[in-house]
């Protein structure tokens, strides 16, 4: 079993930042992919960034490239993802995932979520 929490998100104003972390229990983490997706108001949930076990290679939806950053401590169990240059396109509830079955694929299934944490991007 993985539990994972987000937190970081907030009101910011176009091209503020924001950081959110992931923090996760349970042994898996370390050896886990782990993303980050979002969802906005009347639309489908969508992949924003993913890294693997190690961090040593991570993976970008071109809408976010240049401007966020995925990362993760696994001393800690905690997962990053710093958001630069906010546009009021990436207001959406953030989640972290967990997909425990792989180190290095990052296409999922993603078999662990959060709650997710709101983040709003005002213009």
């Known amino acids: 079993q993985v539990q994972l929490v987000e937190s970081g998100g907030g009101l910011v104003q176009a091209g503020g930042s924001l950081r959110l972390s992931c923090a996760a229990s349970?042994?898996?983490?370390?050896?886990?992919?782990m993303g980050w997706f979002r969802q906005a108001p009347g639309k489908e949930r969508e992949f924003v960034a993913a890294?693997?076990?190690?961090?040593?290679?991570?993976y970008y939806t071109d809408s976010v490239k240049g401007r966020f950053t995925i990362s993760r401590d696994n001393a800690k169990n905690t997962v990053y993802l710093q958001m630069n240059s906010l546009r009021p396109e990436d207001t959406a509830v953030y989640y972290c995932a967990a997909d425990t079955r792989h180190k290095n694929v990052v296409g999922g299934p993603y078999d662990y979520w959060g709650q997710g944490t709101q983040v709003t991007v005002s213009s």
């Open positions: 349970g042994r898996t983490f370390s050896s886990s992919v």
């Open positions: 890294i693997n076990w190690s961090g040593t290679s991570t």
